[in-house]
């Protein structure tokens, strides 16, 4: 199957259970995101954009190798510091755990079929996907968009770096379009390394 959405906002939300049994949700918005694409000869952009970074467009965008216009994956953090030192005020240290974690996605072109308004990016369309947990943070947004992509951020030749360090899927779903700014959400696993990546803060 294909997917290839363009996305333009994207949220995580923590369900927290104090020792004492309170419930609590926080919600957080991503933090530094990019798209990273390999191009085509049939992408307006260039046939091999492997080496450029996309990260100013505000936009994630996931497509497979077999698409027209080339692969796109993305890349997408949060930083935790906040909402950790919150529950560690509210709760106290070692007094709260994660029981659920969800995040939410939507897109302003979430129509199938529609060609966003930049051509480097594949018609819309549904499919399937994974959601994986990286452990690698150190990688630099930057500022590149799909008019005028530079090289100060993270690229799609970065992704063997990435994948270097512990990492592990957390899901492998299915997107179909669900309409313009329609948000979709998918809960996530609580995986140990997910779990404690969380509870450690920071990105």
Not at 17 to 42: H, K, R
Request: hydrophobic share 40%.
């Amino acid at each position: 199957m294909r997917f290839s959405p363009t996305i333009i906002s994207a949220i995580l939300s923590l369900g927290l259970c104090s020792l004492a049994e309170a419930q609590v949700t926080y919600t957080i918005t991503n933090y530094a995101d990019a798209f990273l694409a390999t191009g085509s000869p049939a992408n307006p952009a260039g046939a091999d954009l492997t080496g450029l970074n996309f990260g100013g467009a505000g936009t994630l965008v996931v497509a497979p190798a077999s698409s027209v216009k080339g692969e796109f994956q993305s890349v997408i953090k949060f930083n935790l510091s906040n909402g950790i030192a919150l529950f560690n005020t509210t709760y106290g240290t070692n007094n709260w755990t994660v029981g659920a974690v969800s995040l939410e996605l939507r897109s302003n072109y979430g129509m199938d079929g529609v060609q966003p308004n930049n051509p480097i990016f594949n018609v819309i369309s549904g499919g399937q996907f994974v959601i994986e947990w990286l452990s690698d943070d150190d990688w630099v947004e930057g500022t590149g968009n799909p008019n005028l992509p530079t090289t100060d951020g993270v690229t799609y030749d970065s992704l063997p770096t990435l994948l270097m360090g512990p990492h592990e899927i957390l899901g492998t779903n299915t997107y179909s379009p669900p309409g313009i700014d329609v948000p979709v959400t998918w809960m996530l696993p609580l995986s140990p390394n997910l779990v404690a990546d969380i509870a450690a803060g920071g990105e």
